[in-house]
């Protein structure tokens, strides 16, 4: 931890509390606002205070010594220092390097910084027993059995008998005696009652509890990146690895390496529904569950893991994109697994993408980080290539298992029957596979019953009343649901325009699939895997036990089923509309493609059955399913770089994207073009200013949408000029303005 004094040159705050420290609140405020020290005592940079912002109280970070020239008598004071951790140097120069490459207010970051529950209140306590006499001058049987269990307890827990601590409930239930005996011994002084933490502690993890059988790429990859860890240096790896070559027990390597050397690492996952087997994977590794961090955890378990980090007391957290803005103590190693997984850029609220965030956290605290992914992302393949990032591959899947073999349906010649979407060759694969006694996969990624509903006599089509899309169908639960907005209504029997009976599915989802596989199988125990049925995390892990032991034929999912799930007896993978992806213009569309359909036929053939996957598409001579066809993912991936290069688009070029919205058409229109007239600071760094052009949805909750966008060659600084740009347009007539660096939706 920096000293005070380090930073200042001495504490701030005097004893007659008329000094001024700089404070960042945990708000959507563009930098630190001057405060009066008050009552609050000597702070010092780091500290977590309560200052009052705008007629409310919130958490603030302090950042320094007060600056600016406002009267002393026009500073409100500081409310109170929390009793909490300070934030470290390296957490507060993370949190204003990511503000300033994101374009984010330091506010907002200070807000991810500090967001759980409760942070603010005491830390509640709880009443434990600690060891007393352990004597008594005559002792009932119960009674002493509750005193051997308690030295028991604490010998199991490997802690000194003064320190351990036990609820007396938790001592009552593991002694088989009642609470009555347990107050006993506390009266006769064999044991004594405390105070201590609600939030327990974690357990401590053993790095070398239950190490895995490696091959021997495995423990070349493995020492690879442990060696990372150790050197305590900044070190950026990309972990390329096909599916099902053991990229997890390699990094859980370097994971063990960073527990041996008492620092903390972190493993942030794409899904909230990954987060529960991978935590049951690191207890059977460690010997205990890690912190889990992410919008699912209940808050307790958020507020236990924000003040075990920040006490240094967390060993490793696994969690979602938001904790790596936690305030960790010591962070030598961070694990992004697959890197490449759209689901780690935020795209309301602080704009960021988690991956390019871990690689600047890491530089920051001299820690390693390691980018997982089987289908590695066109930027961290291109560091790679060019010596930025160190690569440590696995080019074959783990034992005995082999990749699968990719074929294509050409659906133009073995059309499915009228209203149906499975091909007659793929119906006939999957009944032979489950014949065999094996299980089938079928994957179409799109969520619902069907992506449209329209009347066939007066052609009204539905949609959100508050967004420019259409409301998807779910038969299952019998709701029409925007996917957007997130609005729902109840499924109509009749046209609301024209009050027609003739209502109808335009299009396949995931449910009319399974609908219709049922149909085509009836003896097949079927299986869905969806974000909508999957209600909590519990429903998903119910669903992904019962296919791996092998209690379901077919499954039916969205691209759920392509992440990091290993089902023993899948060998068959069937793609229903392999062309997906490859709709719209998005310059990333071939290689989001090419990642999905290879990752979901993965999935097969994982134990020591081959496996197989069938694309049904309607252009297999397209270069995205020639590659896939092929196995080449090295020739894809050069190919793309190359047309890319050309074009100078990213990874060898930069995007800004600007979003402007509000109630209002026409001021959000006033506004963009105001933008677009004051472009001059964009172009003085050579960078061509596309629009405003409505964006393809062009309305989301009410709110009108225009977008422009920003080309700019690979080194210049956007975001410099970025700023000076907003500053040249001063009024926004109530219309919200947003940079998205880097942008990876278009919509």
Known sequence: ?????????????????????????????????????????????????????????????????????????????????????????????????????????????????????????????????????????????????????????????????????VAPSDLAKAAEVGS???????????????????????????????????????????????????????????????????KTEAYLEAVAECIRRSRQALVLLPEIALTDQFLTRLHARF??????????????????????????AAQVVVGARSALFLPFRDLGLIVVDEEHDGGYKQEEGAIYNARDMAVLRASLCKAAVVLASATPSLESWANAERGKYQKVSLPERFGAAVEPEIAAIDIRQDKPERNCWIAPSLQRAVAETIARGEQALLFLNRRGYAPLTLCRKCGARSGCPHCDTWLVSHRFTGKLVCHVCGHEESEAPACKQCGADELAACGPGVERLAEEAQTLFPEARLAMLSSDMATSAAVLREQITTIAQGDADLIIGTQIVAKGHNFPKLTLVGVVDADLGLQGGDFRAAERTFQLLRQVAGRAGRADKPGRALLQTVGPDQPVMRKLIDGDEIGFLTHEAEAREREG??????????????????????????????????????????????????????????????????????QQAARAWGDAVKARQGVRVVFDVDPMSFL
Not at 208 to 219: C, I, K, P
Not at 289 to 307: D, L, M
Not at 655 to 677: E, H, M, N, T
Not at 693 to 702: F, L, Q
């Open 1 to 165: 931890m920096t000293d005070n004094a380090d930073l200042f040159g001495a504490p701030l705050g005097a004893a007659d509390g008329d000094e001024v420290v700089s404070v960042v609140p945990a708000a959507p405020t563009p930098g630190p606002y001057d405060y009066l020290v008050g009552g609050a005592g000597d702070l010092a940079a780091g500290d977590l205070v309560v200052v009052p912002l705008g007629g409310r109280d919130v958490i603030g970070v302090v950042w320094g010594p007060g600056t600016s020239e406002v009267p002393r008598q026009k500073l409100k004071r500081v409310a109170t220092r929390l009793d909490l951790p300070r934030l470290t140097e390296e957490t507060r120069t993370f949190l204003a390097r990511a503000a300033d490459y994101t374009m984010t207010p330091l506010g907002e970051m200070a807000r991810l910084a500090t967001r759980a529950p409760q942070l603010a209140e005491p830390a509640p306590t709880r009443r434990v027993l600690k060891a007393g006499s352990l004597e008594l001058a005559s002792a009932t049987r119960s009674r002493a059995k509750a005193l051997e269990t308690f030295q028991h307890l604490a010998a199991a827990s490997h802690a000194d008998l003064s320190d351990f601590t």
């Open 180 to 246: 009555s005996v347990v107050a006993a011994l506390i009266e006769a002084g064999a044991l004594r009652e405390a105070e201590a933490p609600r939030d327990a502690p974690y357990p401590r993890l053993d790095p070398d509890r239950a190490r895995s059988a490696l091959s021997e790429a495995q423990v070349a990859a493995a020492a690879d990146l442990a060696a990372a860890v150790a050197a305590r240096a900044f070190k950026p790896t990309l972990l390329h690895g096909v599916t099902g070559s053991g």
């Open 287 to 312: 010997g205990a569950r890690p912190a889990e961090w992410h919008s699912a955890a209940s808050g307790v378990e958020r507020r236990r893991c924000w003040r075990a980090v920040a006490a240094g």
């Open 649 to 718: 688009v990213p990874p060898f070029g930069r995007y800004l994207a600007v979003i402007f919205s509000g109630p209002d058409d026409a001021k959000v229109w006033a506004v963009a073009q105001a933008f677009a007239r004051a472009a001059d600071p964009m172009r003085a760094i050579g960078a061509q200013v596309l629009g405003p052009a409505p964006a393809p949805i062009g309305r989301i909750r009410g709110k009108a949408r225009v977008r422009m966008l920003v080309r700019a060659a690979r080194g210049a600084p956007i």
